[in-house]
């Protein structure tokens, strides 16, 4: 078992995966066999030391991810339990399930996703009248995710007095400060945790709780976390603690693919593992297996040019292959023509399209891709459109479960009327009221009102009971026939059939497939609310490809992915590295994010840009990038003009107009005082800026004299 194991591993790999004691940093370049290298050593880890997998926790950073590894590793491990290969996120909700009775939340407390986030502040701001023009939803969510990060907010939230909150709310000044503490009221009130919520109240558990902390210290025997560049400061913290009793901590990542600051990611974490853990060690991972020699020249010569890296440089196994080609268009529409011409040089060569990446660094380039691309007949799915378990009857849906699960006021709102039941606002408004008043649910409100004159001509019976039926029946049934049931006796099937609504209907074909995968894969007995917590965890990181299609996407979206053809499209100065890049560490961000795209090509590497307006006066040049890949690693399909060439050393990409300032900037405006620059309006050509004596951001025309502070 051991030799098949280790036999087809090259030296670093082995070196990596036999290293099983202490703090381990393996720096895996694009291509290197990382999944493979962290798979064998799970198996490693069982079968050669005998360690039970429930003793080892592997995290991933998407589900998918983390079904990938499981996929592998029960293919030599068949029949073990594998609960502990997951996302942080996952791990959280288990950690939570065993012990949220440390901060006297029930078992069966709802997990939040984004769209419940939004739900729920979209009936805040309805609730307290607050309008577009005052705060955004999306705001709104920033806001309260930013607040979370920097306060420890977990005692106040735990409280079983919730008058605290409430009198939170009265006494808030500010709009943002109000839609916080009623959000917090309104989550608390039926045990719901947000994405935020979920590491945080993990982290307050281990931290607070001596029992908790030394069960699952000394329960998980040993760290495995995968891209490990990209996690945030409490994802390190959490990773760090669990490792606190064994301190076996293994870490797998590559600093120069750190592309998700924007979520909180930050590349010291690993660029500083062996500082922090001096007694450990480091292996790098540096035979590339997916690209052809000179696509990795290309990639090694851009990186280099980063200094918040740790030197390291990708070495083909793969011969032969032809050097990126660069192409400079004269007008947009002539570089996606000549992007649609070689895909179908491509295809007449009998590659599949599905085989064929678009990338790009912002979605609104797509547009004149997609249309080239219909043009010419040819198929193409585009990364860009409604998460799968964001659609309306795939949440009407899993809303349905939740009540059965857990009851909460959100999934009662979202299914009491849906199909309909004369629940309209005025009923809702009654129940609301009430349950204020008594502390209950909306749901065990309704069931103690069904007597009441005001339900009377109203089917909210006929919903207590489905409800009731269901609950008592669930714990016995398979999740795919109490979907199959629910969805008959709820009506919702029907309705949708008799609204003619194919595509909806589609939807939950593809939603009771995924739940007979789910169970057919998972390998051990699966309950309601795990598979809810799932759902609930998946991302856009986490659908699924078709295959028989050309893809367009943003490179961030590609991040994992691989391409035997790429097309980096819109590789001009302003787009990529993007405009809106203000320091040398985030100039850095879009040089690793331009290498994740190099490095996504296996066979075959095209580059391209157009000439023409950028915006606001400015004219379209060639990347930075393109220079710093060296022309000599390129081909080009004409001779670039000198006059297109970019000076040796450049500054950041320039202000967009007249913009004198950028966010962060403190200003000075002749009346309304000092204040600090938030964003730039490229299309009102104004800034916003929030101003210390007001309460909210003002647009300011950007041509106002202001004095820089």
């Not at 051991?2 to 087809?8: F, N, P, S, V």
């Not at 945080?200 to 558990?205: D, G």
């Amino acid at each position: 078992m051991l030799e098949k194991l280790l036999g087809d591993l090259n030296e670093a790999q082995r070196e990596a995966v036999t290293a099983t004691e202490g703090y381990v940093r393996v720096v895996a370049g694009a291509g290197t066999g990382k999944t493979k290298t962290l798979s064998r050593r799970f198996v490693y880890l069982a079968e050669g030391l005998g360690i039970s997998p429930a003793s080892i926790l592997c995290v991933t950073f998407t589900n998918q991810a983390a079904a990938e590894m499981k996929r592998r590793i029960r293919a030599l491990l068949p029949g073990r339990d594998l609960g502990y290969i997951c996302t942080f996120h996952s791990f959280a909700v288990t950690l939570l399930r065993e012990d949220c009775h440390v901060v006297q939340y029930p078992e069966t407390f709802t997990v939040l996703d984004n769209a419940d986030k939004e739900d729920i502040l979209k009936e805040i701001f309805s609730d307290l009248g607050i309008t577009s023009r005052e705060l955004t939803v999306r705001d709104a969510s920033d806001y309260i995710g930013a607040w979370k990060g920097g306060h420890d907010y977990v005692p106040t939230l735990i409280d079983p007095d919730l008058t605290k909150l409430t009198n939170a709310v009265e006494a808030a000044q500010e709009v943002r400060q109000r839609v916080l503490w009623r959000y917090l009221y309104e989550t608390r009130k039926t045990f719901g945790l947000d994405f935020d919520d979920l590491i945080y109240f993990a982290l307050h558990i281990l931290r607070r709780d001596k029992e908790s902390r030394e069960k699952w210290q000394g329960r998980l025997e040993y760290i495995l976390v995968d891209e490990y560049q990209d996690i945030d400061k409490d994802e390190y913290a959490l990773s760090e603690l669990l490792a606190g009793e064994h301190h076996n901590l293994f870490v797998v990542g590559d600093p120069d693919q750190t592309i998700y600051t924007f979520r909180g990611a930050d590349v010291r974490f690993i660029l500083d593992f062996q500082t922090v853990h001096p007694e450990g060690q480091t292996v790098f991972l540096r035979e590339n297996y997916r690209s052809r020699a000179p696509i990795l020249t290309a990639a090694n010569a851009l990186i280099a040019h980063n200094t918040q890296r740790l030197e390291k440089e990708l070495i083909p196994t793969l011969a032969g292959g032809q050097k990126p080609l660069y192409y400079h268009a004269p007008i947009p529409e002539a570089e996606a023509g000549w992007v649609v011409e070689k895909i179908r040089d491509r295809l007449d060569a009998g590659d599949d399209p599905g085989s064929i990446a678009i990338l790009y660094r912002a979605h609104h380039q797509s547009r004149s891709f997609e249309e080239a691309l219909m043009r010419s007949k040819i198929p193409y799915t585009l990364y860009n459109g409604v998460e799968f378990y964001r659609r309306k009857e795939i949440k009407d849906v899993l809303g349905y479960l939740r009540m059965i699960f857990a009851g909460d006021d959100l999934s009662f709102l979202r299914t009491v009327n849906e199909p309909r039941r004369s629940m309209g606002k005025k009923r809702i408004s009654f129940l609301r009221e009430q349950a204020v008043h008594s502390g209950k649910s909306l749901y065990d409100t309704l069931k103690s009102s069904l007597g009441l004159p005001l339900f009377q001509g109203t089917r909210a019976r006929d919903y207590v009971s489905l409800i009731e039926e269901l609950r008592a029946a669930w714990k016995g049934m398979k999740l795919t026939d109490l979907l199959s049931r629910l969805l008959a006796e709820s009506g919702y099937e029907e309705y949708l059939r008799l609204c003619g609504a194919q595509d909806r209907l589609d939807n939950l074909s593809e939603l009771k497939q995924s739940i007979f995968d789910y169970e057919a894969s998972a390998g051990e007995d699966v309950t309601l609310g795990e598979y809810l917590d799932l759902a609930a965890l998946f991302t856009d990181l986490d659908r699924k490809e078709k295959t028989r299609s050309v893809r367009l996407m943003t490179v961030h979206a590609a991040k994992g992915l691989e391409f035997p053809t790429v097309f980096l499209a819109g590789f001009n100065e302003g787009s990529f590295p993007s405009r809106k890049v203000l320091t040398p560490e985030g100039l850095e961000e879009e040089r690793r994010l331009c290498y994740v795209a190099y490095t996504r090509a296996g066979e075959r590497l095209y580059l391209s840009d157009t000439e023409g307006p950028l915006g606001a006066g400015s004219l379209r040049l060639p990347s930075r990038f393109l220079f710093d890949t060296g022309e000599e690693n390129l081909d080009f399909v004409e001779p670039l003009d000198p006059s297109l060439r970019l000076p040796d050393a450049l500054p950041l990409p320039p202000l967009v107009g007249n913009f004198a300032f950028r966010p962060g900037d403190r200003v000075k405006h002749p009346i309304l005082g000092s204040g600090t620059v938030e964003a730039l309006d490229e299309e009102k050509k104004a800034y916003r800026i929030r101003f210390d004596q007001l309460t909210t951001p003002r647009s300011i025309a950007a041509g106002m004299k202001l004095e820089k502070l």
